[in-house]
């Protein structure tokens, strides 16, 4: 039983598409994320939800939108994918604050914009 | 502004031997959280402590331990008589106080332990 699952674990897509990855939480947790890793391996938070409220969204081009349909679902969409986009999405949920609670992460979408 | 510096991007070690990541971090609040988490070749991301800025007590897990100096503002963490399958990419990571519901990680140090 996979925690946090994330689908796909690959995509490859060429410029200018729209995609969306989704990610899925059995925890029962409130709170999910979704962090960005480039390929100096740097993570950085993009958005949190907390019971389906946008809590965090952090710099990110418009292009990328979460979107939250209940607690244990936090998807997100990429419209016109730029080669800069390619990068490792995790998502993530906590119970409660991730200070207090950490994170649990999925494994990861590998994403190559070609 | 806060910061997390692992300074070392690589290092290689023959299994057996100890090694040690450093993790130096800055910020201005007296309460903060510092962690660790581990990302073997697979991918994922492996929580592996969490220390609140008022615990400054080193903690032993095994082969693993962390020792955290606020004085030099550090939390840096050992593997004694490491194991290949300690291979991975290692974070440290910080949060300042409850409520911002988010880490500022740093560059990650590789470990590769060769057998």
């Known amino acids: 039983d996979t925690a946090v699952s994330q689908t796909p674990k690959y995509l490859v897509t060429q410029m200018g598409n729209d995609k969306s990855i989704k990610c899925e939480q059995n925890l029962g947790h409130d709170t999910m994320y979704w962090y960005k890793q480039d390929s100096k391996k740097f993570l950085k938070i993009m958005f949190s939800?907390?019971?389906?409220?946008?809590?965090i969204n952090e710099t990110v081009p418009n292009r990328f939108s979460p979107k939250s349909p209940d607690k244990a679902h936090l998807n997100l969409h990429i419209n016109s994918l730029e080669l800069g986009d390619s990068a490792v999405y995790f998502c993530?949920?906590?119970?409660?604050?991730?200070?207090?609670?950490?994170?649990?992460f999925g494994s990861g979408t590998r994403l190559t914009v070609v | 502004a806060q910061k997390v510096t692992q300074a070392q991007t690589e290092i290689s070690v023959v299994e057996k031997e100890d090694v040690t990541l450093d993790c130096v971090y800055e910020t201005r609040d007296t309460t903060y959280y510092l962690f660790w988490y581990k990302q073997p070749p697979s991918g994922e991301l492996v929580f592996l402590i969490r220390?609140?800025?008022?615990?400054?007590q080193n903690e032993i897990s095994g082969r693993y331990s962390w020792n955290f100096q606020k004085s030099t503002s550090s939390f840096n963490f050992t593997i004694t008589a490491s194991q290949v399958v300690d291979s991975a990419v290692y974070f440290c990571?910080?949060?300042?106080?409850?409520?911002?519901?988010?880490?500022?990680f740093g560059t990650g140090t590789r470990l590769k332990v060769l057998a």
């Open positions: 993530a949920s906590s119970q409660g604050p991730p200070e207090r609670y950490g994170y649990t």
């Open positions: 939800y907390n019971n389906k409220e946008l809590i």
């Open positions: 990571a910080l949060s300042e106080a409850l409520g911002t519901y988010k880490y500022i």
């Open positions: 220390r609140n800025s008022f615990d400054e």
